[in-house]
């Protein structure tokens, strides 16, 4: 075989292998979800960090790829690094939708559900909103450009070929969702909180005024109150999701053998 067609060959396989490991992370991450960018804007996103990417690594020596199946296997290994990394993301941000959801559904207004594209359900618009305040604000504090930088120095330890999954991984997964449901806690508190001041509130009036619809006032009270709350605690609850994020990313890179700097 000709010297150029192998290394033509040689170069193709290494733009493949990046971009499966740069596109996993692309497709999965909350804020370039099919919600917000449509599928063919994040493949172009994505080839085109490929494209850049790999003339980083021309001439570097790549396994032997002699079957389709070991092409496969390859990219593959390639593909899970870049979805550990997104995935992670993507289980936090859900924290802050499972405070929606707990909110919307003790406070009645779940009966306003709007469609998420997202996750392809029905959520509350407390859950849209704190979900999209905990991004903007993530977003902010350049912690995309932190997801970045961990999957393009895990290229330093892992260049293109030489994928593996850490050892950790599933531990790590696990305690992302453990943090998920805590963040979905501490962000449904103080509202949550409210609301149970109100309920006990009504509860008293209607002991006082038996023939006081309480059904129909807790109701109105819970809807004004939520959205006051929600107007006062929104961006305090939206911090909550900052650190757990930033904790995870540098738990990936240390998982795959990054020192964090």
């Known amino acids: 075989m000709s010297p150029w067609i192998v290394a033509y060959l040689d170069a193709f396989l290494l733009f493949v292998l990046v971009l499966m490991r740069l596109g996993s992370l692309v497709m999965t991450l909350p804020w370039l979800g099919p919600g917000v960018l449509p599928w ?46 997104g995935l992670a993301i993507t289980v936090l941000v859900a924290g802050m939708q499972l405070a929606g959801q707990a909110i919307g559904q003790t406070s009645g207004m779940s009966l306003a559900d709007v469609a998420d594209p997202t996750f392809e359900s029905s959520v509350p618009i407390a859950a849209q909103l704190l979900e999209k305040s905990a ?16 999957l393009l ?40 909180a409210a609301l149970l001041a109100a309920t006990l ?24 109150l939520v959205l006051a709350a929600l107007a006062l605690t929104v961006g305090v609850a939206a911090w909550v999701l900052i650190e757990p994020a930033q904790q995870a990313v540098i738990a990936w890179r240390s998982a795959v053998g990054l020192v964090q700097e």
Do not use: C, K, Y
């Not at 570097?60 to 899970?80: G, I, K, T």
């Not at 604000?137 to 961990?150: E, K, P, S, T, W």
């Open 201 to 224: 509130l009504v509860a008293l009036i209607s002991r006082s005024l038996p023939q006081l619809n309480a059904v129909v006032v807790g109701l109105n009270l819970n809807a004004l």
């Open 135 to 150: 991004i903007v604000l993530f977003l902010l504090i350049g912690g995309h450009r932190q997801v970045l930088a961990a």
């Open 40 to 85: 063919q804007v994040r493949v172009v996103l994505a080839v085109t960090g490929a494209l850049l990417v790999t003339p980083l690594f021309f001439g570097q020596s790549l396994p032997p790829v002699d079957n389709l199946a070991m092409l496969a296997l390859l990219m593959v290994r390639e593909a899970l690094l870049g979805v550990a990394l």
């Open 153 to 192: 120095d895990s290229f330093t330890v892992m260049p293109p070929g030489e994928a593996r999954l850490p050892s950790d991984l599933m531990s790590l997964l696990g305690e992302v969702v453990a943090t998920s449901f805590e963040i979905g806690l501490r962000a449904a508190a103080p509202v949550m």
